[in-house]
């Protein structure tokens, strides 16, 4: 019998764990997995590894080490959250936001030939649970809600400073029973082109029609990530209308605003007409030196060191403090302590530290990684998708965001379940009414 995959099912939802097997192998033999997807930019990523059969001529990947490729443990989720980017030195940040499925390619090879291939297909959502463009008023962005009528607790999801919307995220919660609203507030077609003075009171807006949405029981959280961890914080410290709010990779301090996708001397957010103070980088001539050197050699860039410049020696940052303490329900915050975008790590210690010494509500969850980047949690990363560690920007530049696919991708797979149990205590929504 030729070698072929054993594969627990080629259509399952992307957080799901699948059991891949390879029967039909010499014993001891070699056998090879090649996995290659594609991004919504048509970029390829490939992973591979490589195992030797057992005595029975199997191969397990959930059981196995592979002796090698492009991860070195047992792990049935190696082949997806190791994948790189086919054409470039660094990798490169795979890009999904979309509620499409995506798809992923298996090859089998041993003594040199190919013996099998499947595709495997994974969704975020599927035919229980209806999605909905969303233009009321100024509110723009999509909803995902259960097919099935009823009134289900709401999470409203904000992206980062890349804008549009995290539609994939959206439809994945809604599969897990909620109400699911991804809010596109810069970024896109009518709305805004650039993150600068936003107002609050757009997403306070939002927030009232989504409370008052038929598929809603009342009840509305947030989830942020990035700028959005920052825009979901200082929503909560403005507005007290909100079940719980998880803030991933965030700031404690409002950041200035961005023009084309750079930093601008301009604020992001406003309110009551008046924009609010934001951080004012400060620049050492060694720190830019630093980054100018990488780019010309061709080295990924942090820009860590501007942030603890800017921190260190700033005057008046307190001004563009997020008052954290005005927050009166559960927040969880999410954060890679080896975060190169900026120390997302050192200011949820802040924060938490404000909030202990504030008697805030002992129901906050704190999870830091230790060795993992900005790209760490959902609704940015999941456990099944490539890991994320560099972006080329253009210009022969590629950032680093901090981590190792390794380091993230145990961080994505950890804190999911973690972010399930915390709304299912916050929002009341049972994990066994959940309809798969």
């Known amino acids: 019998m030729a070698p072929k995959f054993q594969i627990s099912s080629i259509e399952s939802y992307i957080d799901e764990e ?24 048509e970029k390829k990523f490939c992973s591979y590894a490589t195992f030797i059969a057992d005595h029975e001529g199997m191969v397990n ?20 959250w190791s994948m790189e980017h ?8 795979y ?30 959502y599927t035919d229980g649970v209806i999605k909905e463009t969303v233009q009321h008023a100024q509110v723009k962005g999509t909803l995902f809600h259960p097919k099935r009528n009823g009134r289900y607790p709401a999470v409203m999801i904000l992206s980062g400073s890349d804008g549009g919307m995290e539609e994939h995220a959206a439809a994945l919660l809604a599969s897990k029973g909620y109400t699911a609203f991804a809010l596109c507030y810069f970024g896109a077609e009518g709305v805004p082109k650039d993150l600068e003075n936003i107002p609050l009171e757009y997403f306070q807006k939002a927030t009232m029609w989504l409370k008052d949405h038929p598929y809603v029981n009342g009840n509305v959280s947030l989830i942020g990530y990035s700028r959005g961890g920052e825009l979901a914080l200082l929503l909560g410290a403005t507005f007290d209308y909100y079940q719980s709010i998880i803030a991933g990779a965030p700031s404690a ?21 008046k924009a609010l103070p934001y951080i004012k980088f400060t620049y050492r001539f060694s720190t830019m030196f630093s980054i100018l050197k990488n780019w010309i050699l061709k080295k990924p860039i942090s820009y860590l060191s501007i942030w603890d410049n800017t921190l260190k020696y700033r005057k008046g940052i307190t001004e563009a403090r997020i008052p954290v303490e005005n927050i009166h329900v559960p927040v969880m915050f999410i954060s890679g302590e080896d975060d190169q975008l900026w120390p997302s790590g050192r200011y949820v210690k802040m924060m ?39 972006m080329n920007v253009g210009g022969g530049m590629t950032m680093t965001f901090g981590g190792s696919k390794t380091a993230n991708a145990k961080a994505a797979k950890d804190s999911w ?19 798969k």
């Open 61 to 80: 990947v959930s059981s196995q080490k592979p002796i090698k490729g492009t991860y070195n443990q047992s792990d049935s989720s190696g082949l997806f």
């Open 352 to 390: 938490e530290d404000k909030l202990k010494s504030t008697n805030a509500t002992q129901r906050n969850r704190y999870l830091y990684y230790e060795n993992a980047g900005h790209f760490l949690s959902f609704p940015y990363s999941f456990i099944n998708m490539p890991a994320r560690v560099f």
């Open 95 to 124: 890009v999904k936001s979309s509620s499409d499925k995506v798809s992923i390619n298996l090859v089998l090879k041993a003594d040199g030939k190919e013996h099998d291939s499947v595709t495997i297909n994974r969704y975020f």
């Open 417 to 435: 379940d973690r972010i399930l149990q915390f709304l299912e205590e916050n929002t009341g929504n049972a994990r066994n009414t959940w309809d």
């Open 18 to 41: 699948l059991t891949i097997k390879v029967i039909g192998c010499l014993k001891n033999s070699e056998v090879t997995i090649h996995a290659t997807m594609y991004d919504e930019e």
């Open 253 to 273: 301090y409002i950041t200035a605003g961005m023009k084309n996708g750079i930093f601008a001397p301009v604020s992001s957010w406003t309110f009551n007409r």
């Open 86 to 93: 086919a054409e470039s030195k660094w990798g490169d940040y």
